[in-house]
């Protein structure tokens, strides 16, 4: 009886089964398999080496690469649940024209990446038309070059990408907080305790789960974000805000070369897994505390 | 009971489908059609699949290009009853997924039959073997009219494989009011910058292109008027720029970014400026010249702005560069070769399909019989002219994006600071190297 039971959990999952292993698992296999290649598009012949290899990790500009995007990743990861966690607290507030803020939030999150790109571009533009720079002048600061200085750009791009995840972090923060017994703060209440208290003794633990999940999710997503960098600054100026999904790009799709792409994205799961993995021990590390 | 029902519903949709295409097959012969996604006769027996940049269909968003296309349409399928065309449209800023996409599908077996092919992706399709060789379709004046920059690209050991449909080149523009007299040489533009600086103007003494593919595009021409190559076309387009003189022509042409940025003759935005962008600059008052694709002459006010060749390392020397469009052909299948080719020459290359179009587009013909035509006599076409005896294609090898993805990277890294330029020379040429030895 109960092997029949699990036959049927099997055949239940058989779909799932399938859908995972052509369009993850496969991909993910044929990516390693091709950096262990020389693969270019448009050529049909190619031989296994480990050449691609040797190639991205003697290029001096690699450690610039891996730089900027621990610098991207850390800071938008930040930012994005810091901005995050004060926009869902301010909606759980439920004051007058949090609507609107929800509209705003999920917005800028659906706004395509491309799109985000091209519109902070024009806002940081040092040009006449730069609405940032016009609204530091009209304050008697000086320009800003932002897209043509290295630390500036790179910033710019963090900006434009906290801008664009911070919707989602909120929405999902704000979940969180609505599914917070109220007692726990009548509790607290009675208990004497004051709003910074309620905060860190009560809301804080509690939204902890969700902070390590949104934390997993946004350090994924951002690891693989090169639409909005790429119409913002194409990983200029030179390689000052090139991070490793866009070096993917780079040589997959503008210089053909297949191999040297699925090295670069060899490097990007490993960074995710990296991430993943230690917020996951710290995650556990916490449940044991 | 139910499970019958359903097949028995799911066999008669079927069949009425299975019908009613029959009986559209059995009706009279449909009318020609024209369309942003289909051209000539539906039904007819041979059956081609296009790739077209949508800019270069009646997708396009000008209302008298739009009107052309359909004109142009519709009289070749008067003229061809027995082809057909399905047309699929290349959007613009998506050349580099769509070439890739449509390479990968031709090593697959599964292209399109003919398609508009950027130049600079020629060498790619010559090096996978994708493309049907079309010297039987061609005349007289298919052979001898296209100016000779069309034939190193669409031509390999004495064969043709492409038709090249619109050029475009690049300017120097100058503001008239400004400098009557435009620099002829580098030296020439940091004058301009001194002259600028001293009487307290805000204006930008120069601008060029620096984004994107365009960086090279807007590059090369300095570098190749110093006699310098990029590939060795005998050698198998083995990478030289690296090499003796082609390396201190690259190190030089840096070096006069470098020099102008560090002069502040040029700003360092320029990486953030397509050909639209300093057109914009230009119209809006705040550059005293500019380098810039020959279509923009058209955006600005003709009475202040003076065009023509591009300053040069030194005197008595001219250079350019050619960008633009070719029509690739992918059939295997003769037939559909020769109605591929046809279609193409009719719509878009021979010598009235090309008069008429391309002033609509702001591009420039690729055949001297339209450009020596009377319609074409006139200041800015006979500069054009001039222009196209000086300048070169980009080189007709898979490596070239390689070179254009590092130019744009390298004055990159000048405008945040690099200053050491021969070290970006070495960089570049160990790479593209490594790539060529790879293959």
Known sequence: ????????????????????????????????????????????????????????????????????????VVFTVFFQLFFGLLVGLLLETQLRGMGILKVAMITAWVVPGVIAGITWNIMFSSSAWGVINNTFELFGGNRVPFMTRPATALLATIITNVWRGTGFSGILQYGALRGIDPQLYEAADIDGANSRQKFFRVTLPLLKPML???????????????????????????????????????STFLRMNLAQGAVYAVLMIVSSIVFTTIYLRLMKGQDHA | MKKMLLLIAMISLIAMSLFSQGSEDSAAPAAPVASATEAGTPGAPIKLRALIGSWNTMAATVEDRKDFYEKQLLAWAERHPDVYVEIEGIPG?????????????????????????????????????????????????????????????????????????????????????????????????????????????????FLTIAKGASAAFAFLPFYWAQDAILFDPADNFRPVFGEGRNREAMIKTLNFYR???????????????????????????????????????????????????????????????????????????????????????????????????????????????????????????????KQLEVGRARPATSLYPDVEVLVEVAIGKIVAGETDTAKLVDQMFADVSAAYNDR
């Open chain 2, 93 to 205: 800023g998506t050349t580099a997924q769509a070439m890739t996409k449509l390479i990968t599908a031709a090593l697959a077996g599964n292209p399109h039959d003919f398609a508009n092919i950027d130049s600079q992706w020629v060498g790619n399709f010559h090096e996978a073997g994708v493309l049907s060789p079309i010297d039987a379709y061609l005349d007289d004046a298919d052979k001898t009219q296209f100016f000779d920059f069309t034939k190193m690209v669409t031509m390999r050991e004495g064969r043709q494989y492409g038709l090249w449909a619109e050029t475009g080149l690049l300017l120097y523009y100058w503001n008239e009011n400004i400098s009557p007299e435009p620099p002829a040489v580098w030296e020439d533009v940091f004058a301009l910058n001194d002259k600028l600086k001293k009487s307290e103007s805000d204006m930008i003494p």
């Open chain 2, 259 to 385: 020099d102008l940025l560090a002069a502040g003759a040029m700003p360092p935005e320029i990486i953030s400026y397509e050909h639209n962008e300093v057109a914009a600059e230009a119209k809006a008052g705040n550059a005293a010249s500019f380098i810039g694709g020959s279509w923009l002459l058209g955006q600005l006010n003709v009475e202040d702005w003076g065009y023509g060749s591009l300053p040069m390392y030194k005197e008595g020397v001219e250079s350019n560069i050619y960008g633009g469009w070719t029509f690739g052909f992918l059939a295997k299948d003769e037939r559909k070769l020769e109605a591929s080719v046809n279609f193409v020459k009719e719509v878009y290359t021979d010598k009235e399909a090309m008069s008429e179009r391309l002033p609509l587009h702001g591009y420039i013909p690729v055949r001297k019989d339209v450009l020596s035509s009377e319609g074409f006599n006139t200041p800015f076409y006979n500069e054009i002219f």
């Open chain 1, 212 to 250: 390590m999940i949104n934390l997993v999710l946004i350090t994924i997503a951002t690891v693989n974000t090169y639409d909005a960098i790429w119409s913002l600054t194409q990983g200029g100026p030179g390689i000052a805000t090139t991070v490793l999904s866009l070096q993917t790009y780079k």
């Open chain 1, 1 to 72: 009886m109960k092997k029949e039971g699990n036959f049927k959990l099997v055949y239940w999952f058989l779909p799932l089964a399938v859908i995972l292993v052509f369009f993850y698992l496969y991909p993910l296999a044929d990516a390693i398999r091709l950096s262990f290649t020389n693969t270019r598009i448009g050529k049909l012949d190619s031989v296994y080496t480990v050449r691609s290899y040797i190639r991205v990790f003697s290029d001096p500009d690699l450690l610039i690469v891996l730089r900027n995007t621990l610098v991207f």
